[in-house]
């Protein structure tokens, strides 16, 4: 799984440099003294993902697994899903 998860990585990292090269040309070409860090908008967009993932990992963990699997909880906000991501990637990641 963890291989899977830095394919995925290495793929959206792709996708998210080249959208945003061609959004700093476009506006370098608008505006000539227009800079951005692009490191700033790889944040946003990782903060994004992050909390869609959480949020759908939370629907995914409520609607599915804690109504056929009686011994697991329902997960109360989009915060325990994100501190399970970290707690199962530290005992079960590579």
Known sequence: MYNYTM???KALNSVISSGVEGFE???KEKY???TIAKSWIDFVV???LLFAVAFFGKLLWN???SK???VIKPLPNVF???AM???LDLFFGN
Do not use: E, M, R, W
């Open 7 to 9: 394919v995925l990585a």
């Open 25 to 27: 040309i476009s506006k």
């Open 32 to 34: 000539p003294g227009y």
């Open 46 to 48: 990782f903060v994004i």
């Open 63 to 65: 609607d599915v697994l």
């Open 68 to 70: 056929y699997i009686t």
């Open 80 to 82: 325990y899903t994100l």
């Open 85 to 87: 991501f970290v707690a």
